[in-house]
């Protein structure tokens, strides 16, 4: 029997997984014992889960929480790139010291629980050479990025000591995700094909050449159903490593999106320069090659027009 | 006029670092107008600084002495790694939250004052290509590592808020260190050549064909003095680099001591392999290319045999 927590369960990823876990009733080859969505305020749980209340910042209540006993423990709760890059204190609080609240509360557990933490490409940019592969320097650009980085050494060092068996994913840009319009930087690269899609109006911030590493949310909960299944010896030392992503210009994904939807969404797009974002998003970078992630049997896209189409099945308003 | 803080200025490179300071009574073109060691227990100053007591645990102490106000302030103090390793939350409190709170006791001062961070060549290790480049990840293969690649990160991102002007350090093994063989792992790297030039036995716990990546105390002090004089513009947006060394072998360093201290010393060293002290130290890299420093004017040393007449001159007990 396997107990799931997922910590940001009530985000849109956690939801999803949630509802994906809850389908196939099982995680590593063990039916499932207990299935949890926590977030800051307890999440409505998918059928099959239940939905808790936990604030990571509060480290008495992490370890309260996480002591009731997981074997699996997603953590994906964040204060998005634009929030905590605004909010240093406030980013510090949850992206750091609350993934080590998490982080510890696990190992307190004494069993070595699985950890599967989201980190994100916005660990990489700057002084760096074009391509990204797995040994190239984390070097971010914005105060989201760095402290997704440091917690990743915890991780990886964590799961050296057996404390936990850590697994931190650097989550592509993930588009088209559903809902409204977030704080992240990245907010525009769903929004200029989610709102045009469902009849509305969204602003292109940056130009069309752009270039965006991005990965649809079927294929990231794909992702993170296959990180508990990895075997732990296979994944080395270095727990954390770049998932799998496509590389496509905002010209290229919004022809994917005419390809498929026809000229009427795109004629919704507007493009007003930001200077602001820019400078936040351009220190990103959109071309990794993810050999360990890939070896490992994370998938990636077959396309971006695929990834139209499961937004228009799963996640159209 | 400028005020200078050591904290952890009861170390070695401590004292030294202050010595140099007085000696020179100016830094970036200003007479010092204070000078402090501070450490866990207020170290014996040197002539010209004061000795003050700081846990850099606690936070609240540690932002009321930064709050007294100072133009730069040295953060070297440290659980090194041996003992970060075996006192896993000891390292964390000191290395990464003890780090934390300086950086945030500098950033209150609302000045942007320098704060002159040494990390470590112990952030580098594991699956990455044998030469180390300034864009080569870090990957730690121990606590007290992952603790200083974590702290870097904040030393950058707090630059670039204006929080701070930040230089993150990253040192060679500092060999021939003066004093008695502490809980770093790297503490052989020194023992080897200081007990025999003093009379003593000293044992070799690695084969002679081992690599090191070292630089003298001498050149440590010139480069931490020099870091404080570098223009920030220069330093680019990552404020974390390598210092120079120099790669040589246990054999060639031995050599070298041959050369200029005679046989004797030598037939005092014994050769018996520790295994967990060598599963550390083999996840060390020796290969190191740092551009960026050499290019911002640090310095290496011109040969070990400089570096035993370093040690015979200035540390000899």
Same mark, same amino acid.
């Given at each position: 029997m396997t107990r799931v927590l997922i910590i940001g369960g009530g985000g849109f990823i956690g939801v999803k997984l949630a509802r994906a876990l809850a389908a196939q009733g099982a995680l590593r080859g063990k039916p499932l014992a207990r299935l949890a969505q926590a977030d800051l305020r307890a999440p409505d749980p998918v059928a099959g889960a239940e939905g808790l209340a936990l604030d990571i910042t509060d480290a008495d209540a992490t370890a309260a929480l996480i002591g009731q006993g997981w074997d699996v423990i997603y953590h994906l709760a964040a204060i998005v790139s634009g929030q905590a890059e605004a909010e240093f204190d406030l980013g510090m609080r949850v992206n750091l010291h609350g993934s080590l609240n998490v982080l510890q509360g696990a190992r307190a557990l004494g069993t070595c629980p699985q950890v599967i933490f989201t980190s994100s490409v916005a660990v990489y940019g700057g002084d760096i050479p074009p391509m990204i592969e797995d040994?190239?320097?984390?070097?971010?650009?914005?105060s989201y990025g760095a402290q997704k980085a440091a917690a990743e050494f915890f991780v990886t060092d964590m799961s050296r000591k057996g404390f936990i068996d850590g697994r931190g994913l650097r989550l592509p840009?993930?588009?088209?995700?559903?809902g409204k319009p977030n =704080? %992240? &930087?990245?907010?525009f690269m769903s929004s200029i094909f989610r709102e045009p899609l469902q009849g509305e109006a969204a602003n292109c911030?940056?130009?069309?050449?752009y270039p965006i590493w991005h990965c649809s949310p079927r294929v990231i909960v794909k992702n993170l159903l296959h990180a508990a299944e990895?075997? =732990? %010896? &296979?994944?080395?030392?270095?727990r954390c490593f770049a998932l799998p992503g496509r590389t496509d210009t905002v010209a290229e994904m919004i022809a994917a999106m005419r390809k498929v939807a026809g000229d009427e969404p795109v004629s919704r797009i507007t493009w007003n320069r930001d200077a602001v974002l820019e400078k936040i998003v351009m220190?990103?970078?959109?071309?990794?090659?993810?050999q360990k992630a890939l070896a490992l049997g994370f998938v990636r896209d077959a396309s971006f027009e695929d990834n139209i189409r499961f937004f228009l099945e799963d996640d159209r308003a």
């Open positions: 040994w190239t320097a984390l070097n971010p650009q914005t840009t993930i588009t088209v995700r559903p =704080a %992240a &930087a990245s907010s911030p940056v130009g069309e050449d990895v075997d =732990a %010896a &296979a994944l080395g030392q270095n220190g990103w970078r959109a071309h990794v090659n993810p």
